[in-house]
């Protein structure tokens, strides 16, 4: 890290910079969990498609019970409120999603992890944490931006910004977040996109003498 990179934390308060690297990791977890899509996400543990405004960084193990893994990659990931507050974060489904998600290796490796002995976090590793995470997400974040078009395979859900077409954002909308995988649903026809059609489309020229 360079001094001028520093130089803003200095004399932030270590509670201050313990919100600052919290904020700065969330928001690479949400952004990293929604970038292939970038206005929703599916959660870890329900599997429905969320609005990405409703997308918490849930813990696999708790933050309070677990602070070793508190900002670990493979520990958090994108899920929705009902999962994480309402259903104290759906464990069951969620540990057998984030299996497939990141391996059985990886799973291993991180309930080993679970079980070291906790270690209070300093004010230096705080600060790595709040630049580490801003540089990520910026580096991902401007190379989505050179991207001038998305895959082909999600061109029928999502239009050239990321957004979902008009006639999966209704269907969305109406079924509160979940569309279930192979729905076929007729899109619904833009005016604008209509009239440009019509408009590229070369005239017939009459047979006829005057």
């Known amino acids: 890290m360079k001094s001028q990179d520093?130089?803003?934390?200095?004399?932030?308060?270590?509670a201050s910079l313990e919100r600052q690297a919290v904020k700065s990791f969330n928001d690479w977890i949400r952004w990293r969990d929604s970038r292939e899509i970038r206005d929703a996400f599916i959660c870890i543990s329900c599997r429905e498609l969320k609005s990405v405004t409703k997308m918490h960084a849930g813990h696999f193990y708790s933050?309070?019970?677990?602070?070793?893994?508190?900002?670990?990659?493979d520990n958090v990931h994108g899920q929705?409120?009902?999962?994480?507050?309402?259903?104290?974060?759906?464990?069951?489904?969620?540990?057998?999603?984030?299996?497939?998600?990141?391996?059985?290796?990886r799973?291993?490796?991180?309930?080993?992890?679970?079980?070291?002995?906790?270690?209070?976090i300093d004010r230096w590793t705080l600060i790595e944490i709040i630049l580490t995470y801003k540089i990520k997400l910026k580096t991902s974040q401007?190379?989505?931006?050179?991207?001038?078009?998305?895959?082909?395979?999600?061109s029928d859900h999502f239009n050239g910004t990321g957004s979902l077409q008009p006639h999966r954002r209704k269907?969305?909308?109406?079924?509160?977040?979940?569309?279930?995988?192979?729905?076929?649903?007729?899109?619904?026809?833009?005016?604008?996109?209509?009239?440009q059609a019509k408009q590229a489309?070369?005239?017939?020229?009459g047979s006829g003498t005057n």
């Open 107 to 120: 799973l291993e490796i991180l309930d080993q992890k679970s079980k070291a002995r906790a270690h209070r």
């Open 6 to 14: 520093l130089k803003p934390y200095l004399k932030k308060s270590f």
């Open 63 to 73: 933050a309070g019970h677990y602070p070793i893994l508190r900002f670990d990659e």
């Open 142 to 154: 401007n190379h989505v931006l050179e991207k001038t078009h998305l895959p082909d395979s999600r």
């Open 171 to 195: 269907l969305f909308q109406f079924t509160g977040g979940h569309i279930p995988a192979g729905t076929q649903i007729r899109r619904e026809e833009d005016p604008q996109e209509e009239k």
């Open 80 to 105: 929705c409120e009902r999962c994480n507050h309402f259903l104290s974060g759906n464990l069951n489904e969620y540990r057998q999603h984030l299996e497939k998600k990141i391996g059985k290796d």
């Open 201 to 205: 489309t070369p005239q017939e020229v």
